[in-house]
T-cell receptor, first 112, second 111 residues
């Protein structure tokens, strides 16, 4: 079955450490997105990519980085510059403006 | 700037009741509106997608309507069940691959 796989499900980061969240899709979607979800707030866009080897900053890109070397993969790195990284991270994919989004199951990142 | 608001933030109803969740947006220039369901600690599951040219979409006990001129969408759930308990989010797709999400309505259906 087609879908989006995020890993790991839970991730713990020490202060000053970079961590990478994985997102893989087999839906053949061109566009992929990373969102951050905090309690009581709507999803906020971190980065998005419309095609391979191209990506754009979203509303809260500071302290994060991404790459898009393959159509299927869009990993997100949370760097030590992100001062408040504890949150639920969601990856999504889509194709064309007339179509909706498909989401992965999320990664919960906690700073320890 | 597009803003999406969902009211109420939380709702508790007895099993079997029909209910309506509301989503309002400030800019009527949208491509589509999508309703999602989110269970605790899980990702978002798409329920219904309404294109800007459509007035409503139906899936089983769910019916979503769209009124662009008034900036409103409603999600109607018929004969609610305890399994419907979740957070429901609406998302408005604007131009340039931009989508704005509401903060969601947390629904609790009591058995």
């Amino acid at each position: 079955d087609g879908g989006i796989t995020q890993s790991p499900k839970y991730l713990f980061r020490k202060e000053g450490q970079n961590v990478t969240l994985s997102c893989e899709q087999n839906l053949n979607h061109d566009a992929m997105y990373w969102y951050r979800q905090d309690p009581g707030q709507g999803l906020r866009l971190i980065y998005y990519s419309q095609i391979v080897n191209d990506f754009q900053k979203g509303d809260i890109a500071e302290g994060y980085s991404v790459s898009r070397e393959k159509k299927e993969s869009f990993p997100l790195t949370v760097t030590s510059a992100q001062k408040n990284p504890t949150a639920f991270y969601l990856c999504a994919s889509g194709t064309g403006e007339d179509y909706g989004y498909t989401f992965g199951s999320g990664t919960r990142l906690t700073v320890v | 700037k597009q803003e999406v608001t969902q009211i109420p933030a939380a709702l508790s109803v007895p099993e079997g009741e029909n209910l309506v969740l509301n989503c309002s947006f400030t800019d009527s220039a949208i491509y589509n509106l999508q309703w999602f369901r989110q269970d605790p600690g899980k990702g978002l599951t798409s329920l219904l997608l309404i294109q800007s040219s459509q007035r409503e979409q139906t899936s089983g006990r769910l019916n979503a309507s769209l009124d662009k001129s008034s900036g409103r969408s409603t999600l109607y759930i018929a004969a609610s069940q305890p399994g419907d308990s979740a957070t429901y989010l609406c998302a408005v797709r604007t131009g340039g691959f931009k989508t704005i999400f509401g903060a969601g309505t947390r629904l609790f259906v009591k058995a």
